[in-house]
């Protein structure tokens, strides 16, 4: 069974950074591709960034600019790196894998962006 295992998660001021990051427990290039998903307070889970097994990332309106998704293949790791975090921002963030119709989930790492 696959397992994904999120970490880097926090409270920090609007404005400042955090790097998220995602370890599996097997190559991280068996997936097709890996996502970043968060769910606010309130609202639905909802895709942030992704990147596929050719290094094609793809981003939410809101985050492009602010947050960059990359990936270690030595370290079986997926990283989110935000950017002037806002209080939008705010959201349990989990980590996504899929190899075709399998899906994988961790659970979740906690940011909050708050004055």
């Known amino acids: 069974q696959v397992q994904l295992v999120e970490s880097g998660g926090g409270l920090v001021q609007p404005g400042e950074s955090l790097k998220l990051s995602c370890r599996a427990s097997e190559n991280i290039f068996n997936f097709n591709s890996m996502r970043w998903y968060r769910r606010a307070p309130g609202k639905e889970r909802d895709l942030v960034a992704s990147i596929n097994v050719g290094g094609r990332t793809d981003y939410e309106e809101s985050v492009k600019g602010r947050f960059t998704i990359s990936r270690d293949g030595a370290k079986n790791t997926v990283y989110l790196q935000m950017n002037n975090l806002k209080p939008d921002d705010t959201a349990v963030y989990y980590c996504?894998?899929?190899?075709?119709?399998?899906?994988?989930w961790g659970q979740g790492t906690q940011v909050t962006v708050s004055s």
């Open positions: 996504r894998a899929n190899i075709l119709s399998r899906e994988f």
